[in-house]
């Protein structure tokens, strides 16, 4: 929690179980526990009409989040150099916590409106 990626990482995170039918893009090594996160996703979120696709290609969530090393449009969350394991591990103790049905679950920065510019100045210096 010391890195100052992890609230872009969280918000990344919070994107991906809010939007229906958003696409994860994961390297050919992740697929199978891509398909696996879907499969939570469902468990824990039964009312959820449109699950996430997954495809082959750059960790990203298309659109929405991108966690490699370049910078992409302000509109996408960045979470530069992030590995699968650990959006793996965030999106998990959401489902966990409730999110997106509970109240105060999802940690710093929920609450308020998002404010990615202000997020990258943390990282980039």
């Known amino acids: 929690m010391n890195d100052p990626r992890w609230p872009s990482l969280r918000e990344a995170a919070r994107r991906f179980l809010r939007e229906d039918g958003c696409i994860l893009s994961v390297d050919a090594t992740n697929t199978k526990d891509a398909w696996s996160l879907i499969q939570l996703i469902s468990d824990h979120i039964p009312s959820k009409t449109s699950l996430p696709n997954v495809i082959e290609g750059d960790f990203q969530i298309i659109g929405m989040a991108d966690f ?24 998990t103790d959401l489902l966990e ?8 679950c999802a940690g710093p920065g929920a ?12 990282f980039i210096r």
Not at 69 to 77: I, L, S
Not at 98 to 103: D, M
Not at 114 to 119: F, K
């Open 97 to 104: 916590a409730g999110y997106p049905g509970c109240i105060g």
């Open 111 to 122: 609450e308020g409106e998002w404010n990615e510019t202000a997020r990258r100045r943390q």
């Open 68 to 91: 490699g090393a370049d910078e992409p449009d302000v509109e996408v969350c960045w979470v530069p150099l992030c590995n699968w394991a650990d959006f793996f591990e965030q999106v």
